[in-house]
């Protein structure tokens, strides 16, 4: 059974730091991995997905890299806003759409 | 990005009583759809897989007379909660594949008292 972890579970930082948010997944059998945004009370936004063929994708300041056979992926995000607080979700696709949640990562972006 | 549309966004019901969330492509026809469960800081759980025109697939745990699905057109899905409990309060969330790539609405926040 596929099992996915975020870490860390919330993080704070300053605005304008850099940061990374670590993911890693129990089967390395995966179509591939996408990156959520969460607010709160709200639906999802997708923020990045990567292919299991693909190393990385990036959109604007965000990054994401995916190690499929080491189970891991990583999302980075540069110079971070306050407009950046939510809760950031990964999920890898097991196949038929269907996908494999984390719990996430809670981001807060201080003035 | 492609658009999903769901509603109601929040719904309060009586015990005993049943609630119908819609979930709709907008932009693109969808012939499968998923529905989501997630609990408070818990992880999006897969309930049920939405099939146009067939029976929905449900994951296991979940009760399908419980949570009847319809999914009667290439851009509708419905998830109806049946005679509710207060334990089914929780937030429901859709979503639909387009090209790989998974988009969702924006959740049913469902309280039963």
């Known amino acids: 059974k596929q099992e996915v972890t975020q870490i860390p579970a919330a993080l704070s930082v300053p605005e304008g730091e850099n940061l990374v948010l670590n993911c890693s997944f129990t089967?390395?059998?995966?179509?591939?991995l996408q990156w959520f945004r969460q607010d709160p009370g709200k639906g999802l936004t997708s923020l990045l997905l990567i292919q299991s063929s693909q190393r990385e994708q990036t959109s604007g300041r965000l990054n994401a890299s995916l190690d499929k056979s080491s189970g891991r992926s990583t999302l980075y995000i540069a110079a971070s806003q306050p407009g950046d607080s939510a809760t950031y979700l990964c999920a890898v696709e097991r196949g038929y759409s269907t996908l494999t949640f984390g719990k996430g990562t809670m981001l807060l972006v201080s003035p | 990005g492609a658009v999903v549309s769901q509603h109601p966004s929040r719904v309060i019901c009586k015990s005993g009583t049943s609630v119908k969330i819609e979930c709709r492509s907008l932009d693109f026809q969808a012939t499968t759809m998923f529905w989501y469960r997630q609990f408070p800081k818990q992880s999006l759980m897969l309930m049920a897989t939405s099939n146009e025109g067939s029976k929905a697939t449900y994951e296991q745990g979940v009760e399908k007379d419980k949570f009847l699905i319809n999914h009667a057109s290439l851009t509708l899905s419905t998830l109806t909660v049946t005679s509710a409990h207060p334990e089914d309060s929780s937030f429901y969330i859709c979503s639909a594949p387009r090209q790989a790539e998974a988009f969702f609405g924006q959740g049913t926040r469902l309280t039963v008292v």
């Open positions: 089967d390395s059998a995966i179509y591939n």
